[in-house]
Nanobody
Framework: QVHLVESGGGLVQPGGSLRLSCAAS????????MGWYRQAPGKERELVAR???????NYADSVKGRFTISRDDAKNTVYLQMNSLKPEDTAAYYC?????????????????WGQGTQVTVSS
């Protein structure tokens, strides 16, 4: 089992910045990638950014150039630096970790989630 704890959310004005942190503990070996998702009221949860153990990164188009995902392996922590925040970035942000599983020809991911941290962008 992987335990994820997020921190760093809060209220910020448009154009401001926040940094989210996600500390992983437990069975963190063989984690293949970690990422951040967000969910606004009445909307589906969406991927914001993901980073693999190999260092590959992908972002949602809506955050490219504004958000940066990074990780500190020594601290088992992943960060999401959010700059130039917009009101539409308001959402609950969730940390995610995935482990790729294989059985014969079948592959799937085990997903682990944090409890979420609220980000509100408002003047």
């Amino acid at each position: 089992q992987v335990h994820l704890v997020e921190s760093g959310g809060g209220l910020v004005q448009p154009g401001g910045s926040l940094r989210l942190s996600c500390a992983a503990s437990g069975s963190i070996f063989s984690i293949d990638d970690m990422g951040w998702y967000r969910q606004a009221p009445g909307k589906e949860r969406e991927l914001v950014a993901r980073i693999t153990t190999g260092g590959n990164i992908n972002y949602a188009d809506s955050v490219k150039g504004r958000f940066t995902i990074s990780r500190d392996d020594a601290k088992n922590t992943v960060y999401l630096q959010m700059n130039s925040l917009k009101p539409e970035d308001t959402a609950a942000y969730y940390c995610n970790a995935r482990k790729l599983r294989k059985l014969y020809t079948n592959t799937w991911y085990d997903n682990y989630w944090g409890q979420g941290t609220q980000v509100t962008v408002s003047s």
